[in-house]
Nanobody
Framework: QVQLVESGGGLVQAGGSLRLSCAASGRTFSSSPMGWFRQAPGKEREFVAAISWSGGSTYYADSVKGRFTISRDNAKNTVYLQMNSLKPEDTAVYYC????????????????WGQGTQVTVSS
């Protein structure tokens, strides 16, 4: 059974940092792009960041560019999201996803999802 398990969410003050992890089990995703998405209450799920299979290419939403960094460790089958200079508008449930069949920017192309981890940024 394939599983993606996120961890590292929590409550942080504005300006603080968090590091999310997403550990995959059941199969290896070392040859697949992976991504992070988020969904705030009452809003649609939105793209946050994505990374190529090798880690050599990364992609970010404009809203997080320069503050968030996506990385991966294929030996550990894990992808990370380092979030710095957090803002209240970053509050959302963060999901990792793997193995898109199309553009990595669109959630509908991803075949595997984690259960999500809550990130809350207080002002």
């Amino acid at each position: 059974q394939v599983q993606l398990v996120e961890s590292g969410g929590g409550l942080v003050q504005a300006g603080g940092s968090l590091r999310l992890s997403c550990a995959a089990s059941g199969r290896t995703f070392s040859s697949s792009p992976m991504g992070w998405f988020r969904q705030a209450p009452g809003k649609e799920r939105e793209f946050v960041a994505a990374i190529s299979w090798s880690g050599g290419s990364t992609y970010y939403a404009d809203s997080v560019k320069g503050r968030f960094t996506i990385s991966r460790d294929n030996a550990k089958n894990t992808v990370y999201l380092q979030m710095n200079s957090l803002k209240p508008e970053d509050t959302a449930v963060y999901y990792c996803a793997a193995d898109p069949s199309g553009s990595a920017y669109y959630h509908r192309f991803y075949g595997y999802w984690g259960q999500g981890t809550q990130v809350t940024v207080s002002s």
